[in-house]
C-alpha cells in the first residue's frame, strides 16, 4: 500500500530540526531489515522546550511568521512525550516492496529508566489516536505504527543494523541524526528521466530536473544529516556519491532544479497570475544548498552556518509571505470573474433579467457555491463583494465594457484599493479607472 502522508510523518520529521544533544544512538532490536533505506534518530532527556523555541525565532529572525504557531505546537509535543517517559525516539523508512509500493514510517520511542512500557503506551495513544498501534517492544522501547503502515517480520540485527548504529555514531553531539543508505528498488522507484542533447533541463523543467535529482541521491552511497541547536545551530549534510563525476553532477542538478522550480512558477504566474505556491518551500531551501555545497573526491558536503540558516528563515518567510499575497490577490480577482459569469449564466435562463443581488444565484448554482465565492479569500469576510445592478434586463447595458457591477468590499465598504469587475468579466483595481 502506498505512503498515507499522516500528520504524525510531518510532526516528527520537524521535530527532528528542534531537539537538544542526543546522549546514546540505540536503535531497538528488531527494527532493521534489507529493506531500510533512512534512520533518523534524536535524544529527548536534555529537552527544554523554551530554548528551541527561542532558537527557531532567532532563525526566522524574530518574525511573526506563522510558523510560530507550528513550532509552538511541536514543542509541546515534544515536551509531553517527554513527561510520558520517552528518553530517545527514531523513526525507520523502508524503501519499495515488492510490488513496488512505499509504506509509511515505523517509530521507535525509548524509555527513560524506570519508566512503565504500558503506562507509557496509554500516555502516548492519547497524543496520537490515529496511530493504527503503540505497543511495547521490550520493557525500555515502544513501536509506534502510523495509520495505514505495515510493521514487518521481526528482523535479527545484522550487519545493516550495526552499519546504521555506526553512522549514527560517527555524527557525534549532533543534536539529531539521519542516515540514508539506499538500495537498487530506491534508485529505479526514481528512475532517470531521458537526459535532453545538453545532458539537462530547460526553464521549467521543474519535473524532470526534480526526478534527475532524486535518482542521483537515491543511487549515492550514503547521505548523513546533523542538525544541532541552541546558541550556534548549524547543518551539516553529506552526500557520498560513487565518482567524483557523480558529485559535480549532483552538484549541478541542484542548479538545474532551481532554474526548473524558478520556470515553473514563472509560467504559473503568466497562467494563473500568482506564482506556484506548493513550490516555494523547496526553491528557498535548494537556494540556500546550492552555494553553501562543496566536493572533495565522491563527496558533496553542505555545512549551513547560524548566518546562513538565519538567511534561509528570513528567505522562508519572505518568500511564504510573498506567494500567499500574490495568491490570495488573484483569487480575489478570480472570484469576480466567476461571480459575473454566473450572473450572465443567470440571464440566459431568466429571460435576460439580472439578478437583485448577488445571492439569487443560489437559486441556479447552490447556495454553498456562491457562498464560497462572495467569501473574500484575503480577508475572510463571509461577504467580500457588492453586486451593483445596471439594468433591468443584460440588453440594456450599452457599453458591458465600461460598466462596473462588482466591488471588493472591506468591512461591508468598497475598498478604494480592491478590485472592481465590469460587466464584460474584465477586473481592475481601484474604484475608477
Do not use: C
Request: hydrophobic letters at 40%; charged letters at 25%; aromatic letters at 6%.
Amino acid at each position: 500500500m502506498p505512503i498515507h502522508h499522516h500528520r504524525l510523518l510531518l510532526s516528527a520529521f520537524l521535530l527532528f530540526t528542534l531537539i537538544p544533544p542526543a546522549s546514546a544512538d540505540v536503535i531497538p532490536p528488531g527494527m532493521i531489515d534489507d529493506n531500510v533505506i533512512a534512520v533518523a534518530h534524536l535524544d529527548m532527556v536534555a529537552a527544554d522546550s523554551i530554548m528551541l523555541r527561542r532558537t527557531a525565532l532567532t532563525l526566522l529572525g524574530g518574525s511573526n511568521s506563522e510558523l510560530n504557531t507550528k513550532i509552538k505546537s511541536l514543542t509541546d509535543q515534544h515536551e509531553k512525550l517527554a513527561r510520558a517517559g520517552v528518553a530517545s525516539a527514531g523513526m525507520i523508512v523502508r524503501g519499495p516492496d515488492a510490488e513496488g509500493d512505499m509504506w509509511g514510517p515505523v517509530f521507535y520511542l525509548n524509555l527513560k529508566a524506570g519508566t512503565d512500557a504500558e503506562m507509557a503506551a496509554a500516555a502516548i495513544e492519547l497524543l496520537y489516536p490515529d496511530a493504527n498501534a503503540i505497543f511495547p517492544i521490550s520493557e525500555t522501547a515502544l513501536i509506534l505504527v502510523p495509520d495505514r503502515t505495515n510493521l514487518p517480520d521481526e528482523a535479527k540485527p545484522g550487519e545493516l543494523h550495526k552499519t546504521y548504529e555506526k553512522h549514527l555514531a560517527a555524527l557525534g553531539d549532533a543534536h539529531a541524526k539521519i542516515i540514508v543508505i539506499s538500495n537498487k528498488a530506491m534508485a529505479a522507484k526514481y528512475e532517470r528521466p531521458e537526459p535532453k542533447p545538453n545532458h539537462s533541463w530547460s526553464f521549467g523543467d521543474a519535473y524532470l530536473a526534480r526526478r534527475a535529482m532524486r535518482h542521483r541521491l537515491m543511487s549515492s552511497k550514503l547521505i548523513t544529516v546533523a542538525l544541532r541547536v541552541g546558541e550556534k545551530p548549524s547543518v551539516n549534510i553529506t552526500v557520498e556519491t560513487a565518482t567524483g563525476k557523480a558529485a559535480h553532477e549532483l552538484v549541478d542538478e541542484l542548479r538545474v532544479t532551481i532554474l526548473g522550480i524558478l520556470g515553473d512558477r514563472a509560467l504559473s504566474q503568466e497562467m494563473y497570475g500568482y506564482p506556484s505556491h506548493t513550490s516555494f518551500v523547496e526553491l528557498v531551501v535548494l537556494r540556500a544548498l546550492h552555494p553553501q555545497a562543496q566536493i572533495k573526491d565522491a563527496t558533496v558536503s553542505i555545512t549551513l552556518d547560524p548566518t546562513a540558516l538565519n538567511k534561509l528563515g528570513r528567505l522562508w518567510d519572505t518568500a511564504h509571505t510573498q506567494s500567499e499575497d500574490a495568491r490570495k490577490e488573484a483569487l480575489t480577482s478570480l472570484h469576480i470573474r466567476q461571480l459575473i459569469n454566473m450572473t450572465m449564466l443567470y440571464a440566459a435562463a431568466n429571460n435576460d433579467a439580472l439578478p437583485d443581488k448577488l445571492e439569487d444565484l443560489e437559486q441556479m448554482h447552490g447556495k454553498e457555491y456562491i457562498q464560497a465565492l462572495l467569501k473574500h479569500p484575503r480577508t475572510g469576510e463571509a461577504i467580500g463583494f457588492r453586486w451593483i445592478k445596471p439594468a433591468a434586463k443584460l440588453g440594456d447595458v450599452k457599453n458591458p465594457a465600461s460598466t462596473v457591477v462588482i466591488q471588493e468590499l472591506r468591512n461591508g465598504k468598497a475598498n478604494p484599493d480592491g478590485f472592481r469587475g465590469y460587466l464584460d468579466g474584465r477586473t481592475a483595481k481601484g474604484l475608477q479607472d
